[in-house]
């Protein structure tokens, strides 16, 4: 079993960062592959971005390549996702999703996931 736990969100300024926080507990951290997803008001929740167990492959979604950096570190078995260039679209809660394979992580099926964190960019 693994739980997570988002933070990190708020409100912020187009244009501003934010970095998001997911603490993993649980089962062994360095073995799972890890991503994050974001789910706006009326939309399906998307994936954003995925870091392999060992934190050398990294896959991003278009709208956020360039601005968006995901890491992991594993003393503190905490995934991160530096928000940069932050825009109002950008909007939503945000989720951290762990999975067994980098292909299953960067998909809204992979097997576990935190509560969410809100994050508010205004204009």
């Known amino acids: 079993q693994v739980q997570l736990v988002e933070s990190g969100g708020g409100l912020v300024q187009a244009g501003g960062s934010l970095r998001l926080s997911c603490a993993v507990s649980?089962?062994?951290?360095?073995?799972?592959?890890m991503g994050w997803f974001r789910q706006a008001p009326g939309k399906e929740r998307e994936f954003i971005a995925a870091?392999?167990?060992?934190?050398?492959?990294?896959y991003y979604a278009d709208p956020v390549k360039g601005r968006f950096a995901i890491s992991r570190n594993g003393a503190t078995k905490t995934v991160y996702l530096q928000m940069n260039s932050l825009e109002p679209d950008d909007t939503a809660v945000y989720y951290c999703?762990?999975?067994?394979?980098?292909?299953?992580?960067?998909?809204?099926?992979?097997?576990?996931w935190g509560q969410g964190t809100q994050v508010t960019v205004s204009s």
């Open positions: 999703a762990a999975d067994r394979t980098m292909q299953a992580v960067r998909t809204t099926t992979a097997l576990y």
């Open positions: 649980g089962d062994t951290f360095s073995s799972y592959p």
């Open positions: 870091i392999s167990w060992s934190g050398s492959i990294k």
